[in-house]
């Protein structure tokens, strides 16, 4: 698999470098024009509807004050100067990068500390004890499917989500790019539990577990580019056009870099506060930035951001598909990374973008989950009206309906509703010759656990075709 990084979208704008503010200001100051000169200084850097525009945007809105849009972009500039706060990662020629506070990245960070520290699983109808769990996969698998995709895996959703949930092997390469991204989201957390301070190695090892039996060579998996080999580009190209992007590093300023990285990781660089979600982000660019690796550094700078998130006890991440909202706006993401590399290293643009990609995805969690709601209150309705059950038959199906993962055994059942082991055994079966309950194997005993298209059945019973739902 190359290394290089193809956005085959006809709408890419790659936008102009600004003009240079200082030299812009200088003009000004020659012209003696101090009527002129003191609107200039007094705009903020934002426009008046709070918007952090580049130099692609401003050029061609309506200036304020009767003002060149070179005076704007001028004004614009110093104010985000006198904002501006650097950050301790460099480009290749050692220029910093930086980020300017904006109001509306505070607003966008307030609310997504709310959404963290809120109680959007807590005493919910499809939140019972064990489905938590539930969740937390279904989300892992959507990410690990979507950030895939976004690097051009084509195995479909459903076709992926059976691999994952049944456990079987993948089948070719768009297969295991998922299942490696699905190992790679769990060691992630695995490194959370564990507390260790992030390392070069433990960068390495995530690599490792992306590419497994992905790359042409694989002793690529875990190894740094080095001086002697040709250097990964991001190159766009479309009928016929080609230009590159983004030129990383020089490979020898990548051990250094990548130690760099590790430690603003760790949060040992910085006197002052950083906002966790901030570093996460900075952590996302960064190894996206230096592309340290043949291929693979997209989908790992990803769980880098997810690593970060999580050992901020950002925990609601583990139920956000961050990538899904990135692959359905193929241009976005990488636009955001030009306009912060063409704009004096100013990292704005890619915070912002990304502020919004994780408040879109806390939104369609929230979606899911009111979507959640509404099925289990139809599949109680249903149960009720429709099926010739008993009180305990019905008290199964309805933990099964709010715990996918809820498993249910004879002698168990029996004990819990204080029947004979023969009555508890006919309930089960006879919720299994329904079609609600799948029998499977727990060592010697008999386990029964909800049928993966559960709820269809609930609201179809006499459809024998109810197929398995993708989107579940």
């Known amino acids: 698999m190359s290394g290089e990084h193809d956005f085959q979208r006809r709408t890419i704008t790659i936008p102009e470098a600004p003009p240079d503010v200082h030299h812009l200001l200088g003009d000004l100051i020659t012209s003696s024009n101090e009527d002129l000169l003191s609107k200039v200084l007094r705009l903020d850097a934002v426009d008046e509807q709070g918007d952090y525009l580049h130099w692609q945007d401003m050029r061609y809105r309506t200036p304020p004050d009767g003002l060149t849009a070179e005076q704007w972009w001028t004004g614009t500039g110093l104010a985000r100067d006198r904002l501006r706060r650097n950050q301790p990662m ?52 959507e990410e690990a499917i979507a950030s895939s995709q976004l690097e051009g895996a084509s195995t479909t959703r459903a076709i992926a989500k059976e691999m994952l949930l049944d456990g079987r092997d993948p089948r070719d390469l768009d297969e295991r790019m998922i299942f490696n991204n699905y190992a790679a989201i769990n060691d992630v957390r695995r490194l959370v539990k564990d507390e260790a301070p992030f390392s070069v190695e433990a960068l390495k090892q995530l690599h490792r577990i992306i590419t497994h039996d992905t790359l042409g060579d694989r002793s690529d998996a875990g190894r740094f580019q080095e001086p002697h080999d040709q250097r990964v580009t991001v190159v766009f190209r479309h009928m016929g056009f080609e230009r590159t992007l983004h030129t990383p590093p020089p490979a020898e300023q990548l051990p250094e870099r990548m130690q760099a990285l590790c ?19 900075i952590l996302h660019f960064w190894l996206a930035y230096d592309h340290p690796f043949v291929d693979g550094n997209g989908r790992l700078a990803r769980s880098l951001f997810y690593w970060s998130m999580l050992r901020s006890k950002y925990w609601l991440t583990e139920y956000l598909a961050i990538s899904a909202i990135l692959r359905d706006d193929p241009i976005g993401y990488p636009e955001a990374f030009l306009r912060t590399e063409r704009d004096n290293n100013d990292l704005t643009y890619f915070v912002l973008y990304q502020l919004q990609v994780i408040e879109d ?57 204080d029947v004979s082991y023969l009555s508890a055994r006919t309930d089960l079966i006879q919720l299994e010759n329904h079609g609600l309950l799948v029998r499977t194997q727990d060592g010697r005993l008999i386990r029964f656990v909800a049928a993966p298209n559960l ?9 024998p075709t109810v197929a398995n739902p993708s989107n579940n």
């Open 263 to 281: 430690t603003f990781a760790n949060g040992e660089v910085e006197s002052g506060f950083m906002h966790p979600v901030i570093r996460a982000l």
């Open 90 to 141: 460099d480009d290749s020629n050692g220029a910093p990068f930086g980020l300017c506070m904006v109001d509306r990245i505070w607003e966008s960070l307030h609310r997504i500390d709310q959404a963290v520290a809120g109680q959007i699983l807590v005493d919910d109808p499809v939140a019972s004890p064990g489905s938590g769990d539930y969740y937390i996969v279904r989300s892992l698998i």
């Open 361 to 417: 995805a806390i939104k369609r969690l929230e979606q899911y989950l009111n979507r959640k709601r509404r099925e289990v209150r139809e599949a109680e309705a249903h149960l009720h009206g429709q099926f010739p059950f008993n009180h305990r038959q019905r008290s199964v199906i309805i933990v099964a309906i709010r715990d996918p993962f809820a498993a249910f055994y004879i002698g168990t059942h029996a004990r819990r509703h």
């Open 455 to 463: 709820v269809d059945r609930l609201r179809n019973p006499s459809d």
